[in-house]
């Protein structure tokens, strides 16, 4: 799938991104090129200690920021495959700072999808999250608009044969910023701040978001939002896999928070089809065969007014299961 390709990761410092680059090296070996593009030259320098060119000759870091387009055509020169990752994604840091999430989170879009059909790129993977479904929040509403553009995107190119997909998924276990590390770093002080008792999540690891990649740079025909059959979680759940001798502090949620997520609207059920592993949402007006790709995928209609929601899902993680996952794929330390 990725032999003799080169690869471009924005955003490739962090935790997806490095999760990325781990799987890419340990099982695409013939790769031609694996670049780094993130504007944190630190990040860079720290992850450059991880992966040195020595070891890893195939490896090359770009310095350059999604804001800036002329640094992104410069960058997507001879790459075969754009994975779009870099975002400002901290909700209550987008509700203050609107200005910078919107350049980052759309502006920064638009300019991938510039450079890429400026430079012969021939597939681009978005990434997106629960919170473009149905937005309250702005990181939701420019993450939704940033979806919109690459599906979009699809209907500019001409006879250009590239490819533009998306892949939305839910919270990712153990990602920088996420609830579990927190709430394992606040756990000596015997109190954990919980936004509010009813509050629910969807659960995926990082290597479930890494494998959702992939897929879509396999089967992608364009235009499609991916979504991962996944379980949810209660958050004092989360707390009391992590720490049940701590007592709870209920804080309230913050600005631009839902109680519950979703990844599909009923609204967006007369578009959405099962594929078994993966719900996927097409286009109200492919640019493809519908009857073939149903054909293809063996896909089938999910029913008028179907909703995916983290507080009414049919699959649940429980202390147990999260206290095993955390093990697994946070701390392995844990107990």
Same mark, same amino acid.
């Given at each position: 799938?990725? !032999?003799?390709?080169? #690869?471009?990761?924005?955003?490739?410092?962090?935790?997806?991104?490095?999760?990325?680059?781990?799987?890419?090296?340990?099982?695409? *070996?013939? #790769?031609?090129?694996?670049?780094?593009?993130?504007?944190?030259?630190?990040?860079?320098?720290?992850?450059?200690?991880?992966?040195?060119?020595?070891?890893?000759?195939?490896?090359?870091?770009?310095?350059? @920021?999604?804001? @800036?387009?002329?640094?992104?055509?410069?960058?997507?020169?001879?790459?075969?495959?754009?994975?779009? !990752?870099?975002?400002?994604?901290?909700?209550?840091?987008?509700?203050?700072?609107?200005?910078?999430?919107?350049?980052?989170?759309?502006?920064?879009?638009?300019?991938?999808?510039?450079?890429?059909?400026?430079?012969?790129?021939?597939?681009?993977?978005?990434?997106?999250?629960?919170?473009?479904?149905?937005? &309250?929040?702005?990181?939701?509403?420019?993450?939704?608009?940033?979806?919109? %553009?690459?599906?979009? !995107?699809?209907?500019?190119?001409?006879?250009? =044969?590239?490819?533009?997909?998306?892949?939305?998924?839910?919270?990712?276990?153990?990602?920088?910023?996420?609830? $579990?590390?927190?709430? #394992?770093?606040?756990? =000596?002080?015997?109190?954990?701040?919980?936004?509010?008792?009813?509050?629910?999540? /969807?659960?995926?690891?990082?290597?479930?978001?890494?494998?959702?990649?992939?897929?879509? $740079?396999?089967?992608?025909?364009?235009?499609? &939002?991916?979504? =991962?059959?996944?379980?949810?979680?209660?958050?004092?759940?989360?707390?009391?896999?992590?720490?049940?001798?701590?007592?709870? @502090?209920?804080?309230? &949620?913050? *600005?631009?928070?839902?109680?519950?997520?979703?990844?599909?609207?009923?609204?967006?059920?007369?578009?959405?089809?099962?594929?078994?592993?993966?719900?996927?949402?097409? *286009?109200?007006?492919?640019? /493809?065969? %519908?009857?073939?790709?149903?054909?293809?995928?063996? !896909?089938?209609?999910?029913?008028?007014?179907?909703?995916?929601?983290?507080?009414?899902?049919?699959?649940?993680?429980?202390?147990?299961?999260?206290?095993?996952? &955390?093990?697994?794929?946070?701390?392995?330390? /844990?107990?």
């Amino acid at each position: 799938m990725l !032999a003799n390709k080169t #690869i471009l990761i924005t955003g490739g410092t962090g935790s997806l991104g490095k999760a990325l680059t781990s799987h890419i090296f340990e099982n695409y *070996p013939s #790769i031609k090129k694996l670049i780094i593009l993130s504007r944190d030259e630190q990040k860079q320098f720290q992850m450059a200690q991880e992966y040195p060119v020595s070891a890893y000759p195939k490896i090359r870091f770009f310095l350059g @920021d999604v804001r @800036d387009q002329e640094r992104l055509i410069r960058a997507f020169q001879g790459v075969d495959v754009v994975i779009h !990752a870099a975002a400002m994604k901290h909700v209550h840091l987008a509700e203050y700072n609107p200005d910078e999430c919107i350049k980052t989170n759309i502006g920064g879009a638009q300019n991938v999808i510039h450079a890429a059909l400026q430079t012969g790129v021939s597939n681009v993977v978005a990434l997106s999250t629960d919170k473009a479904c149905a937005p &309250i929040n702005l990181y939701g509403a420019t993450k939704l608009t940033s979806d919109k %553009l690459f599906v979009a !995107a699809n209907n500019i190119k001409g006879t250009n =044969p590239i490819k533009f997909s998306v892949v939305r998924y839910g919270n990712v276990m153990g990602s920088n910023g996420s609830v $579990i590390p927190f709430f #394992i770093k606040k756990k =000596p002080e015997g109190k954990l701040p919980i936004t509010d008792i009813s509050m629910t999540r /969807f659960n995926i690891s990082l290597q479930g978001g890494v494998d959702m990649v992939m897929h879509a $740079i396999e089967h992608a025909w364009g235009g499609e &939002i991916f979504i =991962p059959k996944i379980p949810s979680y209660n958050i004092t759940d989360v707390a009391q896999a992590i720490a049940p001798e701590c007592s709870l @502090d209920i804080i309230g &949620i913050r *600005p631009g928070e839902k109680i519950h997520e979703e990844m599909i609207t009923s609204s967006d059920s007369y578009n959405t089809y099962d594929l078994g592993k993966y719900f996927i949402i097409l *286009p109200s007006v492919p640019h /493809f065969d %519908l009857e073939l790709f149903i054909n293809s995928f063996k !896909a089938t209609k999910v029913p008028e007014g179907f909703n995916y929601n983290s507080g009414t899902n049919s699959e649940w993680e429980t202390v147990s299961s999260l206290r095993d996952l &955390i093990k697994e794929h946070v701390d392995s330390n /844990f107990v």
